[in-house]
């Protein structure tokens, strides 16, 4: 199989084996139901191949790792998290989706006190990971690390390597990419100060960058479809599939914004702007990505 995902698309990404280990934890149960769910479904098969594919652990192929065996995923998630580092974010919602398997009265998959002891074993070991990487991460001085990586991701922006993506979707993939990283970190533990400091700073980069693409001024609109046009270049096909797949957690009617820019193979949401400038955009998307339940959640 051709890795058309991981070797297109998501070449640059580094959000994409964290969020893939949190939805190997996470499972069906949190999707919704109909099209999306399907849809979702054939992404998510696509992706475990790839990523199969690509870390060399081409016997768990033939061991039949799919969406459908909560066990396989599990060893899965523990194998990945061993040989890559899973980030700050990630730790913590992975923990947090074993312990919700725990919790539930007959987990599917986990009906046998062997089963279960695995998986309260597995929970411990990423607790103690995140708490771990909770302390080296403050110890190392968030403001500054959120810069660095805010300054990283912006440069990559401005360089064309999202360029696959409608304008619009180019800033949700930047900005998901700070979530699952050292500016997500700054966002979640650090002081309310900072936090004002980093995201307002966030809005205005961002802004400008959008802006610049239609060679116009932030506030300055259009009409929706005109933001939201793709690409027409090779591959538009997987890069649609990977902003989908990165923009699963989104809500029509809670994250109209984020869900019209990924979400591209149903209608917009009613709740997006018909008409609309760079800065509406950008503070829309910022607020659905970074609001604080959806940093843990």
């Keep these: 199989m051709t890795n058309v995902l991981l070797e297109g698309p998501g070449r640059t990404l580094e959000c994409v084996y964290p969020k893939f280990m949190v939805d190997l934890v996470q499972g069906d149960e949190t999707k919704r139901s109909g099209g999306f769910l399907q849809q979702q479904q054939r992404l998510r098969a696509r992706l475990t191949q790839e990523v199969l594919s690509q870390t060399q652990l081409r016997a768990w192929v033939m061991a039949g790792v799919s969406s459908e065996h909560l066990v396989m995923r599990l060893k899965l998630v523990e194998k990945l998290a061993g040989m890559i580092d899973p980030g700050h974010l990630a730790l913590v919602r992975i923990a947090e989706g074993l312990m919700l398997l725990q919790q539930t009265e007959h987990p599917r998959g986990l009906s046998t006190p062997g089963l279960m002891q695995q998986v309260s074993a597995l929970t411990d070991w990423f607790t103690q990971r995140g708490a771990y990487k909770?302390?080296?991460?403050?110890?190392?001085?968030?403001?500054?690390?959120?810069?660095?990586?805010?300054?990283?991701?912006?440069?990559?922006?401005?360089?064309?390597?999202?360029?696959?993506?409608?304008?619009?979707?180019?800033?949700?993939v930047a900005?998901?990419?700070?979530?699952?990283?050292a500016f997500g970190d700054a966002c979640r533990l650090a002081n309310a100060d900072v936090v004002s400091m980093l995201t307002d700073n966030l809005r205005t980069m961002a802004a400008q960058a959008l802006a610049d693409s239609v060679n116009a001024a932030p506030a300055t609109r259009h009409y929706y479809h005109h933001w939201l046009s793709t690409p027409a270049v090779g591959g538009s096909g997987e890069h649609n599939d990977m902003l989908s797949w990165l923009g699963d957690w989104c809500d029509a009617q809670r994250h109209p914004v984020s869900w019209s820019v990924t979400q591209?193979?149903?209608?917009?949401a009613l709740g997006m702007p018909r008409l609309c400038s760079a800065k509406r955009l950008v503070d829309a998307m910022?607020?659905?990505?970074?609001?604080?339940?959806?940093?843990?959640n």
């Design 134 to 172: 909770e302390k080296a991460v403050t110890q190392r001085g968030l403001t500054v690390q959120a810069g660095e990586h805010s300054e990283q991701i912006f440069t990559r922006w401005r360089a064309g390597a999202y360029d696959g993506w409608s304008l619009p979707g180019r800033c949700f």
């Design 175 to 181: 900005l998901e990419e700070l979530r699952w990283g």
């Design 264 to 268: 591209r193979w149903q209608n917009v």
């Design 286 to 296: 910022v607020e659905e990505i970074f609001a604080p339940p959806l940093l843990v």
